[in-house]
């Protein structure tokens, strides 16, 4: 796995010599350094993205998870409000890291407030896991409830739901300052080797910051 994020950086770095100007090979490498935890790098990249072509959907969405990996969490809500503009697709998921975000700004009656708000206006065509962990979010579902959800078969690979699951689980632990069974749900994450989700590396962040 190791050999093939080097190999796709090495790619993508060939191709922006080959063209300086081509947006989308920025982004892709800004999503490459990402899981690199690159993060310096990984912004540069998707700003550079954006420069040249403010239409590449990708560098909004690598921008957005950069900073909130950085732990910029006023600069990160800004970031994953823009996000929610250009999406087009996945939209549910950003209410979830919107409600992290609002409570590590100190505000979680307001954070759960956006994220009711928000689930409520999630359409049928939603991820089931994204609605499942807003559930855990808001208190409505308890961590067995959603790790027993996303081991559930379905449309979805059951390792992407757990990777996702983890995350979340490990979120609320944190909030509950049980940093070692947050770490537990962290490592657990990771171990899913799903490193083409967002909350991949972002568990990886999180674990980095709780050594810290």
């Known amino acids: 796995m190791k050999q093939d994020i080097e190999g796709a950086l090495q790619d993508y770095d060939q191709a922006i010599q080959l063209d300086p100007h081509n947006g ?6 800004s ?8 993060l310096d790098g990984a912004l540069v990249d998707a700003e550079k993205a954006l420069k040249l072509d403010p239409a590449i959907e990708a560098g909004y ?8 990996d950085r732990r910029a969490w006023p600069d990160a809500m800004a970031a994953f409000r823009t996000l929610a503009e250009k999406a087009t697709a996945q939209e549910e998921w950003l209410p979830l890291r919107m409600w992290i975000i609002r409570v ?6 307001l954070a759960s407030k956006e994220l009711s708000n928000a ?3 999630m359409s049928e065509q939603s991820e089931p896991l994204a609605l499942q962990i807003a559930s855990l979010l808001l208190g409505e579902l308890t961590e067995e409830q959603l790790l027993q959800a996303a081991g559930n078969n379905g449309k979805r690979d059951t390792q ?3 990777c996702d ?12 300052e049980d940093g070692r069974g947050a770490k537990a749900h962290f490592q657990k994450c990771i171990e899913t080797n799903c490193m083409q989700l967002y909350d991949w590396s972002s568990a990886q962040a999180e674990l980095r910051h709780l050594v810290t």
């Open 61 to 68: 969405w690598s921008r957005a998870y950069i900073l909130y």
């Open 160 to 162: 992407f739901n757990l």
């Open 165 to 176: 699951a983890h995350f979340y689980c490990g979120i609320v632990r944190l909030i509950r």
């Open 119 to 121: 689930r409520k206006q």
């Open 31 to 38: 999503q490459v350094r990402l899981v690199k935890y690159d």
């Open 24 to 29: 989308n090979a920025y982004a892709s490498r």
């Open 104 to 109: 590590r700004m100190g505000d979680i009656e």
